[in-house]
């Protein structure tokens, strides 16, 4: 069983040859537009006629435009018989009318699509809005830093960043996380009417804050309060490079204050961290 097209037909008149065999046969003799029902050992022969068939449906009909009138001087000459001519018909074959009625093709959809040269560019506005959509999250972050790098979750992410670029986080102050382990109170050894107090400060922050300002309140028995002294870094500290650093997390560190003695009526104290 071969499937054949019109060209392949009228080029011998119906002659063929076997793409296995090689062998020549007549393809008229059993043309048939379908297979017959299975199953089935070979094809109908056709009848051969004498006569050959009469053809009435039509695929398409020429339309001849209307003849031009002839001016003619003699009223009773005869009109002379035209060439037809064929450019000009005018027809329109059934399947052009079919495919109308069709619904286009993925292929015929495609080509109808526009190009994308014609559609807007888009890609701007989104590169733009992406940029002020980060620079807004950047600035926001920037704002709330203290509480980012205080959060574990996100302090944690930081600092992991940071470990991995090379880079360092600001010093995040947590006055509540600093732990006063020892304190002790005395006479200044080498100044008068003064006081020398030495604190021991851990740090339980799981990242570097900034040294403390320190906040030294001395009371009497009654509670009474005689002195208070607020000391900065810079007050008990004298070298930039350590106050750069500030106090690494989980380090402890002794702090040395000098005070003016308030007299012997000062019997308690208290250490407060800003």
Known sequence: MFSLGAQALVQAHGYVLCGHCGAGFDSLATLSEQLPPEPFQEMPTNEQALAPPRIELVVYRPQRPAPEPVATTEPDAPIAAEAEDFSQLVFAPRFVKDSRKRKPSRAERKRRTPRDTDRPRR???????????????????WVDRDDLIRDPTTGGWLRGTCNTLGCRLPLVAAPKQLHLLASNVET???????????????????????WPVVMVTLSDAQGHRLSM??????????????????????????LLLEVQDPGNAAVAYQFDFE
């Open 123 to 141: 890609w701007p506005w989104i590169l733009v809005c992406s940029a002020l959509a980060i620079a807004l999250a950047a600035e926001l972050a």
């Open 188 to 210: 200044h050894p080498n100044a008068a009417n003064a006081l020398m107090i030495s604190l021991s400060l851990r740090n339980d922050a799981a990242f570097a804050q900034p």
């Open 229 to 254: 002294r607020r000391l900065l870094p810079t007050d008990y500290l004298d070298d930039p490079d350590v106050l750069h650093r500030g106090l690494a997390p989980g380090a402890t560190t002794a």
